[in-house]
């Protein structure tokens, strides 16, 4: 009997019935990330690193830090949707334009004629008299108004020529014409009365301009001194890194000045609706004083408000016209200067033929020792007023090209837009607490 054979091996199933591995779990649901709020950014012109040593951004870096409302800026500054568009305001347009509404003889040209009639009518004095104040420098018979008129009325040499060699009888010729016979031959006429001009008018010009120099120069100090200033720039710094951080504008170690005005042309999302500005503030008042500060929180704003009035007067200003006026006004001194010599280089033979009661050398000659002093020191004022102009556009790291009546024009409408804001009081920090 043979052994019986192991039972054959099943058969191998076909790949068609092989069971496929199951497939792995799903992973679990993923928690949707908060979508982060998109602030509205604030335009500025970024400072160049290399352009902030010795600025007002170098001083700010060594301020203490300044801490940022995150959660208010959010809450103020995030984009809002897009409103539909606005509704026109009925009556709202272009304002309409207001409704347009005897015998005497004669030799100058009849216009100059009577120009000269009209002009010295103000004057009121016969020619005799007016020959007489002009040859004494009389300045209590020849005001200010007075010397200017006889300016506008100076012959000139052709005319002159004409009215004297007509060898006609004063009581022959025309108005005009007997101004030009009696007061308009007194030699160096011209010069005699610009002297007389400005001997008139040199206390009142002297403290026009150098109140001008004053307020200048206090404006100067206050843009680079103020230490409640340089703190709110810093808070504007830090706060517009947080609006433009993730954008070109982000990171921004100093910005131009010309970004200031904007402050007040960004508002929040509240309402009633604020600035940065008032949000700007509100951090500075919340700041401990820097060192040599007097006031506190908002009494601090409160004052530095204050302090940029001088920012509005010097913006009424024109730093060329000014400069203009300081150089004739120190010109002029030269001129009566020149003149006193030219009169003490007159010959023996030209002063005897000179006019009764011409007291020039006798008057010019004190008033020149008298002012030469305080013409030099408004000199001087107007030099360091120059220093301190340069110092200033440079402390903010200023274009070249940037005139300074362009920086004070902005800086006033920056102090006008914070007077305002502080008057209005309104502080967004507390507004939220109250709200709270």
């Known amino acids: 009997m043979t052994p019986s054979s192991p039972p054959p091996p099943p058969p191998a199933p076909s790949p068609a019935c092989r069971k496929s591995p199951s497939p792995p779990p799903p992973p679990?649901?993923?928690?949707?990330?908060?979508?982060?709020?998109?602030?509205?950014?604030?335009?500025?012109?970024?400072?160049?690193?290399?352009?902030?040593?010795?600025?007002?951004?170098?001083?700010?870096?060594?301020?203490?830090?300044?801490?940022?409302?995150?959660s208010l800026l959010t809450e103020l500054f995030s984009v809002q949707p897009a409103a539909g568009p606005a509704k026109p305001v009925a009556g709202v347009g272009r304002a309409a334009a207001p409704a347009a509404g005897g015998g005497a003889l004669v030799l100058l040209d009849a216009k100059r004629a009577n120009n000269i009639a009209i002009i010295l009518s103000r004057v009121r004095l016969p020619f005799d008299e007016m020959r007489a104040a002009v040859l004494s420098l009389d300045k209590e018979t020849l005001p200010s108004d007075a010397v200017a008129a006889l300016l506008s009325c100076v012959p000139s040499p052709e005319e002159l020529d004409i009215v004297v060699s007509a060898g006609v009888p004063p009581a022959s010729l025309g108005f005009a014409e007997r101004f030009v016979l009696e007061v308009g031959s007194i030699p160096r006429l011209q010069k005699r009365l610009e002297c007389l001009a400005y001997m008139v008018r040199f206390d009142a010009s002297l403290a026009a301009v150098a109140a001008d120099v004053a307020t200048t120069r206090a404006a100067c100090a206050t843009l680079r001194t103020s230490l409640a200033l340089r703190q709110l720039l810093g808070v504007v710094l830090r706060l517009g890194n947080a609006l433009n951080g993730g954008s070109f504008r982000g990171a921004a170690e100093g910005f131009?000045?010309?970004?200031?005005?904007?402050?007040?042309?960004?508002?929040?999302n509240s309402t009633p609706a604020s600035t940065l500005l008032h949000v700007a503030l509100s951090h500075c008042a919340a700041l401990p004083p820097l060192d040599g500060e007097a006031e506190e929180g908002w009494e601090r704003v409160k004052a530095l408000a204050a302090s940029t009035a001088v920012l509005r007067e010097v913006a009424r200003l024109s730093m060329t016209e000014m400069a203009d006026e300081a150089s004739r006004f120190c010109g002029c001194l030269q001129t009566v200067k020149d003149e006193l010599a030219a009169a003490s280089r007159s010959t023996r033979a030209a002063a005897a033929a000179a006019p009764t009661g011409d007291r020039f050398i006798e008057v010019m000659s004190p008033f020149v020792y008298e002012v030469e002093p305080r013409v030099d020191e408004l000199k001087a004022d107007l030099k360091l007023m120059q220093a301190e102009l340069d110092a200033t556009h440079a402390f903010f790291a200023e274009e070249p090209k940037t005139s300074m009546e362009a920086f004070f024009s902005r800086w006033a409408t920056f102090a006008v837009q914070l007077e305002a804001a502080v008057a209005s009081g309104d502080d967004p920090r507390a507004k939220r607490a109250r709200v709270a």
């Open 28 to 70: 679990p649901p993923q928690q949707p990330k908060a979508k982060q709020s998109k602030l509205k950014p604030f335009a500025w012109t970024k400072l160049p690193k290399n352009k902030i040593r010795g600025t007002v951004w170098d001083a700010v870096r060594s301020d203490p830090p300044v801490e940022v409302d995150a």
């Open 256 to 268: 131009r000045t010309d970004a200031l005005p904007r402050l007040a042309e960004l508002r929040t």
